[in-house]
């Protein structure tokens, strides 16, 4: 059965949601599913703008032909290679082989090496604002390398306002029916993913994020809608999101807040972590969110740490090395970029206390811009009621610096 909605009068998502799918990129839990957003619009050609993972291929076979109803494909317009988006392209071309492919000479050279057999179509290489007409709607295509991948392009149809924004203002989560972000409460039901998606997938990538926002910038009255490759699509409120990207993508804190993550073996490290979320919120400090790193996924603790200004990282010593599932969380934070915080250190050691020293160690030479506090809370074993003093030290250094 077809499942499509009208974006615009003539652009139909003819795209489709996966919640079978347990890990995208074989990597981030998704509970929530995923969408994979593809556009057609029906002009005086068609054009088609991206295709959909090919587990979800039927899905889009079934969209396009009820809503082409009996006309041509005439182009096929990709911004984006990664297979999440273009793994039916192949089956397109088998389906309606006269299609021409509009694309960029990086993103031509990835369909080879992915084995999709364009070359026996025609295709037209397009380069940084190139503009193309179907009809009434002309397209200009503004190139956005590392957003997420180095071939990544944005199109934007300058009749309407619709800005096809490749992974850009995507999100997890499958749409189940909604398809504009003003049909959900984003902010309530979807922003949290939103931002695990954005700092998982291009956190890394801030400074790529702010010069596809700075070329946005120059056109922002003129865009009406944007049309992201996962997730709901903005058709209002448009600066909301925007400013979100903003703010990640500069590595600014979200919110004034303090993220505690604890390793614990047996309890004792965790007891110290829940004694000082108590503290600080005794002290009337409530934004504070505490997560097991044992049992929390990585991609939701890179989430947080991009959301809260202050990080307390709270780790036993093991095999007198930082806890491992601590160690990749920190190996994780560097990669995905996350700097300009304020970080408190809690330290636990049976036989020797470590990872305190370890962990300091670790973000004064991996991470960038981080702000380390003195007040240090070690423990040996447990948390005996004579720590109170240092752990009070370290509540107040907090609240100081949050000042
Ligand atoms: Fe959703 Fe970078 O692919």
Redesign the pocket.
Known sequence: MYCVRNVTEDLYWVGANDHRLALF?NAYPIPRGVS?NSYLLLDEKTALFDTVDFGSCRQLIENMTHVLDGRPLDYLVIN?L????AGSIEEVLLRWPKVKIISNEKAFMLMRQFGFHVDTHDQIEVKEGDTFSFGTHTVTFVFAPMV??PE?MVTFDVTNGVLFS??AF?TFGALDGKLFADEVNFDRDWLDDARRYLTN??GKYGPHIQLILKKAGTILDKIKYICP??GPVWRKDLMYFIQKYDTWSRYVPEEKGVLIVYASMYGNTEAAAQALAARLCEKGQTNVAVYDVSSTDVSQLISESFKYSHLVLASVTYNLGIYPKMLNFLMDMKALNVQNRTIALIENGSWACKSGDLMQKFINDELKDMTILNERVSMASSLGTDKVPELDALVNAILESMA
Request: aromatic share 12%; net charge negative; charged share 25%.
């Open positions: 990129e994979y984006h990664e297979p999440d988006h997420h991948w990544v490749a992974d995507g997938i291009v490759l996962h």
